[in-house]
């Protein structure tokens, strides 16, 4: 008797487990499935965006008027920044791809540069259709590498989810045709070496990242560690740690660490060999309950400034995150802001001291600057904006424009609505640099319920 | 005389203190104020006060939300030109002054629609009663009793609340046994790869990315980050870059790539080794 019930109740844990177990697999499935499609429609976009972008800049180069090649320079723009976002999509953060991806967006920049500016009065240079030319062969060998990838793909049914799973597992050695396939593409790319974009093509990526307007001598690791102990200003009785940095830096710096014995209060801060100027520097520190005013710690971070010989500097913005207050501060050369050399501070609002500031965009580009007189005056350049706009302040600034460069500009800040909008216009051109809605404060979501 | 002179004195300065004692009294009542200078970007009472006297002259017109933004910042300019004083859009002693005279402030009512999140306004010459409707029809009674401070944060440009907070998920599940500096390395580089072109142009393109972290991939970024997390990604974003550009980071004890290894090498920070 008890023997039956035990076999009953045995079989039936059987076929329940048996049944489970099918149901998690069934599960399992649909959810590989369901992945392995994402990154199959991924893959497939790209390569459609691949051939249209190919199509593209064949048609620009077969334009005869070159007033209507802007719209189609747009759509180029549009495809490339479309291929990268599907690009991004595929599991191949750990595969050099990143030539292809440079490509893609090298051609973006190239097309949006070309399509923003009014080709009547400056047509394309025989330079840059000899570039559109080059492009547009390239783009052809990708398209091919690309096509056979995905002509394999569609053939042998291969899977993404296997490229994850040998990623993952890192063999190396494993034979899988998309890995391969995609090697293939980023070879042929590099093959391209730098593409000539002309000779006022910015490369976005190729900022100054040398600190070339930087004085001074090379500094030893003992005057790092004097100079982080007087920022960090955590006492006599310290550790420091003294690094150097590692070969791919663009620049030398000294990566320095103060600690206090005793309380075990930490201060990083990076220092350039050149000159020994601060580029960053934290304190880890509990903040307790504030105390004094966002105002009073404006004042506090200006005074720190000061005392640090960083001059000739506005207050730009000032906000207040909690206990900390976080001050952006940029360059004025004779009334006009200089928005690319910024400095930030932050302090803590316990006790009115510097908890952290940043000097690395101001110190990669102050320098003496030769700003033009204006070609317009601030009458026609305020002509220029939308007149529902109210304007309630202006200036004259130098901005970094969309397409990296320095301008010079009237600043208005005005209001429409509710909404508060900065506005640049170029002093030279008149044109419309930049109009940026500036943030309102954020509604905390937390609790509405 | 000289006991005479005493008497003097001492009548005297009784009488200072009688005069003082109602000087002293007024101004108390007057400047419900704290002794701040109020400036752009300030949270707390005193802006919750300051938005609400504004409006009570009608100078404001927005949300009484004790964050000192743009929207605020305008009005106290227009009433600084309106009354006269020096145009700097600072709430100092002279301004905060001005304003406590021209004005009343309902302070319970504010506080009280405040915590019970309910929409208001609190314009002078208005029946405060007629200003205020009950967010989502039956107001449900408030258990807390703990006073809620600005209902609304400052933002920086560019970023939403949500943003940050899928940065701090992503920092904290990648990084919460770092240092401090080495968790605000870690979302400096999420936000190189939003701005370098050979990775998405979205901070969630960028940590959703397949295979770009592991915090992503065995579901670690769904852990609740602490405050610290948050602080990281606020640095990062208002321009702390402790790595020098970096774009990849490894911890070289648990990489399993060897192409990672291959990356030019930038510094050290905690456990994780940054690279271009």
């Known amino acids: 008797m008890l023997r039956g019930i035990l076999i009953v109740v045995l079989a039936l844990g059987v076929a329940g487990t048996a049944f489970w177990g099918y149901q998690e697999h069934r599960e399992k499935n649909a959810i590989l499935i369901n992945a392995e499609n994402n990154y199959q ?6 390569t459609y965006q691949m051939d249209l972008l190919h199509d593209r800049i064949g048609t620009t180069l077969a334009m005869n008027s070159r007033s209507s090649l802007s719209p189609e320079l747009a759509e180029v723009w549009r495809l490339t920044s479309e291929a990268h976002s599907d690009v991004g999509q595929l599991p191949l953060a750990l595969l050099p791809f990143n030539k292809t991806e440079e490509f893609l967006s090298n051609i973006g920049d190239f097309s949006y540069r070309t399509a923003v500016r009014d080709l009547e009065k400056e047509p394309l240079t025989e330079k840059e259709y000899q570039t559109l030319k080059k492009l547009y062969t390239q783009s052809a060998d990708i398209q091919q590498d690309l096509r056979k990838v995905q002509h394999m793909v569609l053939e042998k049914n291969l899977r993404w989810m296997d490229v994850e799973m040998a990623l993952a597992s890192n063999q190396e050695a494993a034979d899988n045709t998309i890995i391969d396939g995609f090697k293939t593409v980023e070879k042929t790319v590099e093959g391209y070496g730098e593409t000539d974009f002309g000779p006022a093509f910015v ?7 040398n600190f070339k307007y930087l004085k001074g001598d090379e500094i030893s690791e003992d005057e790092a560690a004097r100079i982080a102990k007087k920022y960090a200003a955590l006492g006599n009785n310290v550790n420091i740690k003294v690094t150097e940095n590692g070969k791919g830096s663009d620049y030398g710096f000294f990566s320095v660490s103060v600690q206090n014995k005793k309380t075990k209060e930490e201060a990083d801060m990076d220092i350039t060999k050149k000159g020994g100027y601060p580029i960053w520097f934290i304190l880890d520190r509990e903040v307790a309950q504030q105390k004094i005013s966002l105002n009073e710690a404006s004042n506090n971070a200006i005074r720190f400034l000061k005392e640090n010989g960083f001059q000739g500097l506005d207050l730009f913005e000032s906000a207040q995150y909690d206990k900390l207050g976080v001050f952006t501060f940029v360059s004025n050369q004779n009334g006009v802001r200089i928005y690319p050399d910024a400095i930030r501070v932050k302090v803590a609002l316990d006790n009115g001291k510097m908890a952290a500031f940043s000097a690395e965009d101001y110190l990669k580009s102050h320098h003496q600057r030769d700003i033009p007189e204006p070609a317009i005056s601030k009458e026609e350049a305020r002509a220029k904006i939308n007149p529902q706009v109210k304007v309630m302040e202006d200036r004259r600034a130098v901005i970094i424009n969309d397409l990296n460069q320095e301008v010079s500009c009237y600043e208005f800040l005005g209001t429409m609505g509710e909404d508060t909008y900065r506005i ?10 930049k109009v940026e809605k ?3 404060a954020e509604p905390i979501y937390e609790d509405v319920v | 005389m000289k006991k005479n002179f005493l008497a003097a004195k001492v009548l005297l300065i009784i009488s200072l203190c009688v005069l003082a004692i109602p000087m002293i009294g007024s101004v108390d009542k007057a400047s419900a104020f704290s002794n701040q200078v109020i400036q752009h970007g300030a949270v707390g009472d005193d802006v919750i006060e300051l ?7 009608g100078f404001y017109n927005g949300k009484i ?8 910042y305008w009005a106290l300019r227009n009433f600084q030109y309106e009354f006269g004083l020096p145009i700097d859009g600072l709430a100092g002693q002279e301004t905060k002054n001005k304003l406590v005279k021209a004005s009343q402030y309902n302070k319970q009512y504010v506080k009280e629609q405040i915590n019970k999140g309910n929409k208001f306004t609190h314009y002078g010459g208005v029946n405060l009663e007629q200003q205020k409707k009950p967010q989502g029809g039956t107001a449900a009674p408030q258990q807390q009793e703990k006073p809620k ?4 944060t400052n933002m920086p440009n560019g970023f939403s609340e949500n943003d940050i907070q899928l940065m701090a998920n992503a920092v904290y599940g990648e990084a919460r046994g770092e240092p401090y500096t080495g968790q605000v390395a870690v979302a400096a580089v999420i936000l190189n790869r939003v701005n370098s072109a050979t990775f998405p142009n979205t901070v969630s393109g960028v940590i959703f990315e397949p295979r770009a972290f592991t915090a992503v991939a065995d579901g670690q970024i769904w852990l609740t980050p602490n405050e610290k997390a948050k602080e990281a990604v606020l640095d ?6 402790p790595t020098g550009s970096a774009l990849y980071y490894f911890n070289p004890d648990t990489a399993t790539s060897g192409w990672i290894w291959t990356r030019p090498q930038i510094k050290r920070i905690g456990k994780h080794i940054f690279c271009k």
């Open chain 1, 424 to 433: 640049y216009i170029n002093a030279e051109t008149g044109q419309e640099e």
């Open chain 2, 149 to 152: 401070q600005p209902t609304a």
């Open chain 2, 65 to 72: 939300d004790g964050v000192f933004g743009w929207g605020t």
């Open chain 2, 51 to 57: 938005q609400s006297r504004l409006q009570y002259l």
């Open chain 1, 203 to 209: 490369n976005m990526q190729k900022k100054d990242e």
């Open chain 1, 41 to 46: 429609r991924a893959f497939h976009d790209l």
């Open chain 1, 438 to 440: 500036l943030k309102n």
């Open chain 2, 236 to 241: 990062a974003i208002n321009g702390w870059d």
